[in-house]
């Protein structure tokens, strides 16, 4: 049930189960970053039926009861734990949505999602090599406006975005964590030039690559 939607519950006597209320926009962080198929999911109310013999139904009592427990527990990290419980459970979710017996929709978005699941695996491969969004299209058998408008309806954000995003994220990581200077970590990622990479970085982050990796030092360093 996303935010702002008006609902209530009604609960029989011997019901035994879990309700969990989370800020939507944190959540909808985590999601965007680790898995963003799942954002039209989470902004659309939905009752729906679970299969108790199924593997996902399964998967759901053991996420529900560390959620429990991580409330009971007042430790560094809470927060980044009860996210990542929240996306897992999520995830199972989904595939309890996309299971429903009857909905030919939910068919349709499923298919969806595998062809953007697809486009994403080929992103990972090969986001290095600053391949085009037409390359990636070809790759795929569709147009680059075919799949630009595939992934804005399955994640909210257009194929640019994706790949993007992929860049950005990589280049984080190697700022923090490596011992490349700058102009490497331009070349590792397919820029040619070092203050294009610069720029991009910017735009995309707010900050010069040289900013980011000595705030990102100094949050290593405090930890």
């Known amino acids: 049930m996303p935010a702002n939607a008006v609902h209530g519950f009604h609960f029989l006597a011997d019901t035994d189960g879990h309700v969990i209320t989370a800020a939507q926009r944190p959540l909808e962080a985590a999601v965007k970053a680790v898995a963003p198929e799942l954002l039209p999911m989470l902004r659309r109310p939905a009752v729906l039926l679970v299969d108790a013999a199924s593997r996902a139904a399964e998967a759901l009592p053991p996420l529900f009861e560390a959620m429990e427990r991580e409330t009971r527990v007042h430790e560094a990290g809470q927060m980044a734990v009860g996210l990542s419980l929240l996306v897992a459970l999520l995830v199972q979710v989904a595939r309890i949505g996309a299971a429903q017996p009857g909905d030919e929709d939910a068919v349709l978005r499923s298919r969806k999602a595998q062809q953007v699941e697809r486009f994403k695996a080929l992103v990972e ?81 707010g900050h010069r690559p040289t900013d980011f990796r000595a705030m990102a030092q100094r949050r290593l360093a405090a930890a």
């Open 125 to 205: 491969a090969r986001f290095r090599e600053r391949v085009s969004i037409e390359d990636y299209g070809q790759a795929l058998g569709v147009s680059a406006g075919q799949l630009s408008r595939l992934c804005r309806e399955v994640l909210g954000i257009s194929a640019l975005d994706v790949v993007n995003a992929r860049v950005v994220h990589e280049a984080q990581r190697e700022l923090a964590y490596s011992l490349l200077s700058i102009k490497q970590i331009a070349a590792v990622l397919g820029f040619e030039d070092e203050a294009y990479f610069g720029r991009f970085f910017k735009k995309h982050t």
